[in-house]
C-alpha cells in the first residue's frame, strides 16, 4: 500500500524558516522520483521541488530557487523541505508526491499524493 504522509507546517512571519517532512512507504520511496507541491488559496496546484530516486538529480520553481532545499533520507523513507526566508506569498497547502520515474514538473504524471500540510507565512 502506498502511503504519503507530511508534516511539519505551520503559521511562522516572514523570514522565518521551516522544514517540512513527508513520510513515505518503503516501497515508494526506493522506486520513485519524489516532489513538493504547493496550492495557495485561490490558485492552482504547482510544482516546488522535486528529487530523483537516488537523491543526484533535483529542481525547483524558479519562485522558491535559492530558499528551498529537497532532500531524501532513506534510512528513514522521508523526503523534506527545507525552507528559509519564507514570504508571505508561500503560504499555500504543501502535498508530496511520488512520480514513478524521473524529476518532473507536470502534477498529472505523478502517481501518488499526500494529503497536506497547511503552511501560513504572515506578513
Known amino acids: 500500500q502506498v502511503s504519503l504522509v507530511e508534516s511539519g507546517g505551520g503559521l511562522v512571519q516572514a523570514g522565518d524558516s521551516l522544514r517540512l517532512s513527508c513520510v513515505a512507504s518503503?516501497?515508494?520511496?526506493?522506486?520513485?522520483?519524489m516532489a513538493w507541491f504547493r496550492q495557495g488559496p485561490g490558485k492552482e496546484r504547482e510544482f516546488v521541488a522535486a528529487?530523483?530516486?537516488?537523491?543526484?538529480?533535483?529542481d525547483y520553481a524558479d519562485s522558491v530557487k535559492g530558499r528551498f532545499t529537497i532532500s531524501r533520507e532513506y534510512a528513514k523513507t522521508t523526503i523534506y523541505l527545507q525552507m528559509n526566508s519564507l514570504k508571505p506569498e508561500d503560504t499555500a497547502i504543501y502535498y508530496c508526491?511520488?512520480?514513478?520515474?524521473?524529476?518532473?514538473?507536470?502534477?498529472?504524471?505523478?502517481?501518488?499524493w499526500g494529503q497536506g500540510t497547511q503552511v501560513t507565512v504572515s506578513s
Open positions: 508526491a511520488a512520480h514513478p520515474f524521473w524529476v518532473d514538473k507536470p502534477l498529472e504524471n505523478y502517481d501518488y
Open positions: 518503503k516501497w515508494t520511496f526506493s522506486s520513485y522520483a
Open positions: 528529487i530523483s530516486w537516488s537523491g543526484g538529480t533535483s
